[in-house]
């Protein structure tokens, strides 16, 4: 009995292993998105496969942005300048800036964000994640590690005049690591057509499309399936 005992408390102090990278291959970011054109949908953010770009190696984020992790900060490769800009910091403390690169997209000058406070909150899985609050004026509010923006997910900072996102979640091999307690607007719409394309990152972005069906999904290679899964022919 007592070397049952023993093993058992062994086991339970074997600590939780966790991803430690911001952009780690499991982590989907869902959020709404609202366009200029009056477009509304729920989209998953994933982490793509690699590239390399002038020998660093950067993972693609939603199949186009180009972000890689360095110490404590996340950069982003500026296809248009073809230089790298910090999308985020969280080794910044009280007092410090950063740049609001949503201006990059207005034509506006430069603006920064100035940190007000900072601490470290446990995310759903119990991990440790710092916390970043900014000044309340600025668009920018809080930053935590592993989701980046609290309100508006991991490219929250590149939000602009012609798409605005809000976050649902941070989900890790679908459980979910972070919730802001925004509904996904499927639950909210008569939407009764699903289209799923960036097969480059298994399928993860949804799309929501208006035809006079039932609930059907439509794969990037052609096929299609009903609400149960089952294909159509």
Sequence with gaps: MKKIFYLYVLFCQIPMVYCADYLCESFTWVVNLSKEDGIYETTSICVGKDTIINGM???LIDSYYPLRQSSDSILLYDRTSKDEVLLYDFSLQVGDSIELLADNFTGLPKRFAKVVKTDVISLLDGRKARRIEYENKYPRHVDIEFVGDASRGILGPLDNMFCES????LYENNKVLYSTGVEPIEKESNIDFLYI???DTQNC???KLFQDASLQILLPDGRRFDALGREIK
């Design 57 to 59: 190696v950067y993972h």
């Design 166 to 169: 809000t976050l649902v979640g």
């Design 197 to 199: 394309d960036n097969s």
């Design 205 to 207: 972005r949804i799309k």
